[in-house]
């Protein structure tokens, strides 16, 4: 079953999209392929399987 609800993180403008992606895999979470393909966001999911985003900074 899908989770009811997806989060998709916004870093402030200027931030390092990559910088944060590293902090959040160092807290637990882990790479999700949901055949997305090459898109310009990192998909990812919490230690609990929750699945999130985290989109390109502007």
Wanted: charged share 25%; aromatic share 6%.
């Amino acid at each position: 079953m899908p989770d009811r609800v997806h989060l998709d993180l916004l870093p402030y403008p200027g931030d390092d999209e990559a910088a944060e992606v590293a902090r959040l895999r160092a807290l637990g979470a882990t790479d999700l392929d949901v055949g997305q393909g090459d898109v310009p966001w990192t998909c990812l999911a919490d230690p609990e399987g929750h699945e999130f985003c985290v989109l390109a900074p502007s």
